[in-house]
């Protein structure tokens, strides 16, 4: 993706974050339960309005999902080359609390896998971005950009990144097991900051046995994925795939390159499978 192209979306980021900020300092989010009890307010609609016009804007003819609008019939965008995958405000259960842990995800998939991705953290005005082969870049509202280098983790422990609002039963489950070979650290924190932790060297693995959707995962999969890292279906152990016709991830398991290997797999399959 071209300079200048990179530049405009950082642009958009920055400006749908404000908007967020905007509400979060206000009185009312004018917060409602959608269909699937999870919860939208002002500042998702916002950011989603300035994202879908921005991006319209600039690849007219990359068509969106945005889980804060209609979603196109799964026999329309089984066809789709490309398109862009947005959560407008990931974490609004974060945002509701008001604890700051929320971020706005963007992804561009190419056929079943991202391509490109943007995490973007709203109250520090910082994002993150991936092109796939071009390594990870960490940017601010101002378009200022610095390169980050694979971390070498030297630690005995296994740090795993847990969901603040969303921490399920079977998940305890596997960490209790993971516990009987490995010494473990758990990082709770919301949103997609968890694979923002993992990309930065400060959390091994991010375990998810509950329901999320695929704009929750796709920019932080592909950030993974260029630090050596993967992310493994507890079904298959294949890779996790997007543009699926259930929008809703199956369980999964993040992990850093220090993890990626056949003889951790191997054991995590075995805990899995029990």
């Known amino acids: 993706m071209e300079r200048s192209v990179q530049e ?16 979060y300092n206000s009185k009312d989010f004018a917060a409602q339960t959608k269909a699937d009890h999870t919860p939208v307010t002002r500042a998702d609609k916002a950011s989603s309005r300035i994202l879908n016009q921005g991006l319209k804007k ?7 999902m945005d889980e804060e609008n209609p979603i196109a019939a799964y026999d329309i965008r089984k066809n789709w080359k490309q398109y862009f995958l947005i959560d407008p405000l990931d974490g609004t259960k974060e945002f509701i609390k008001r604890n700051g842990e929320f971020c706005i995800n963007l992804a561009l998939i190419k056929g079943t896998s991202p ?11 910082t994002g993150w971005y991936c092109q796939r082969g071009e390594g990870v870049l960490e940017f601010n509202a101002k378009g ?83 630090f050596g890292g993967a992310v493994l279906r507890h079904d298959s152990f294949e890779t996790l795939q997007y543009n699926r016709k259930d929008l809703i991830n199956p369980p999964f398991v993040m992990l850093n390159a220090r993890l990626n290997n056949p003889a951790f797999i191997g054991f995590m399959e075995e805990i899995i499978r029990e």
């Open 8 to 23: 405009k979306i950082f642009q958009l980021l920055a400006a749908a974050g404000d908007a967020i900020v905007e509400v």
């Open 58 to 64: 600039l690849f007219p003819e990359i068509p969106i």
């Open 115 to 125: 391509e490109a991705g943007w995490i973007y953290q709203p109250l520090i005005r």
């Open 144 to 226: 200022e950009t610095n390169q980050l280098k694979q971390p070498l983790i030297d630690r005995d422990v296994i740090c795993i990144a847990a969901s603040r609002s969303f921490f399920k039963p079977r998940e305890a489950e596997l960490i209790e097991k993971i516990q009987r070979n490995f010494q473990v650290e758990i990082l709770h924190c919301g949103s997609s900051r968890k694979q923002v932790q993992m990309v930065k060297g400060n959390a091994d693995m991010y375990l998810k046995a509950g329901p999320c959707s695929e704009w929750d995962t796709a920019p932080g999969q592909l950030m993974v994925e260029e």
